[in-house]
């Protein structure tokens, strides 16, 4: 049998560093497609980490989308009530609500005493004033249609009531309106304009715009440009008892089931 040849050494030293250069390169591809490989666990949610998850507590930064936000209070702080009790002196206007305010003042839980009587002005109506304020918690002045004369100090007739009743009272004085005559309704401004100026140096005054109010609705007045008609004066009777309560922080009446 012919013998076979052997390679030169240099040869066979060449194929053994080709063979372990193969076989270390296959280990590090296999490793590193290992390494490379995805894990198995999922990740971990961050908002699961008690480290790292946001507060559920209320803070002082507003409007931060990870921070909750207190719940909103069902109940509501009423402000106290100044009082109940009511003193009214006032002339025919008041006398056409006599019979009206007092349903009115039980609704929204005042005690209201009326002195009225027609023709009166703001002097007639000082002594009337002086038995029905003692004590009382707010008094009401619905005086000076019949003082809308151009004969009249206006501010030295308000003086002399407001000065009657002091200035630890609460007041309410409604102011007037009349368009019987240029010179009346003239009057009646003037007088307007001066109860506004006494409002402003005196804190306890406060006036209530029936001017305004009025002569939006003119179908409530009556034919005489001073008086009310009948659904007039229901109004003016259930705006002043409203006004009276509002003054008086007392809570609105519950509205009626009655139909």
């Keep these: 049998m012919p013998r076979v040849p052997r390679p030169p050494r240099w ?10 250069a193969a076989l270390f390169g296959g280990v590090s591809l296999v490793g ?16 699961s980490s008690s480290a790292g998850a946001p507060s559920t507590t ?19 702080t ?25 349903p009115l003042a039980t609704q929204y839980g005042f005690d209201a005493k009326i002195d009225a009587q027609q ?24 005086l000076g249609t019949n003082d809308a004369r151009a004969s009249l100090t ?7 009531m407001l000065s ?8 309410l004085w409604v102011n007037i309106y009349r368009s ?11 007088f307007d304009l001066a109860l506004e100026a006494e409002a402003q140096a005196r804190p306890n005054l406060t006036v209530l715009d029936w001017s305004s109010y009025i002569q939006g609705r003119k179908n409530l007045m009556g034919k005489d440009g001073i008086h009310l008609t009948s659904v007039g004066y229901d109004d003016r009777a259930a705006w002043l008892a409203r006004a009276i309560a509002d003054e008086l922080r007392l809570p609105a009446p519950a509205p009626s089931n009655e139909r």
């Excluded at 040869?11 to 372990?20: M, R, Y």
């Excluded at 390494?35 to 198995?40: D, E, F, G, H, M």
């Excluded at 009423?78 to 007092?102: F, H, N, Q, W």
């Excluded at 005559?181 to 009646?188: E, F, G, I, N």
């Design 11 to 20: 040869l066979s030293i060449g194929v053994a560093v080709v063979a372990c």
């Design 32 to 47: 590193g497609q290992a390494a490379t490989a995805p894990s198995s666990t999922p990740p971990s949610d961050p908002g």
């Design 58 to 76: 209320s803070t002082t930064s507003k409007g931060h989308p990870f921070t909750a936000s207190p719940a909103p209070s069902t109940t509501t």
């Design 78 to 102: 009423m402000p106290r009530p100044l009082g109940t009790k009511v003193a009214i002196v006032g002339d025919s206007l008041t006398e056409g609500i006599r019979s009206r305010l007092p």
């Design 119 to 142: 023709g009166r002005d703001i002097e007639a109506g000082v002594a009337p004033l002086s038995k029905l304020e003692p004590n009382r918690d707010l008094v009401v002045v619905a």
């Design 154 to 160: 206006v501010p030295v007739a308000q003086e002399q």
């Design 164 to 171: 009657a009743i002091g200035d630890k009272t609460p007041v």
């Design 180 to 190: 019987d005559t240029k010179d009346a309704s003239a009057a009646a401004h003037r």
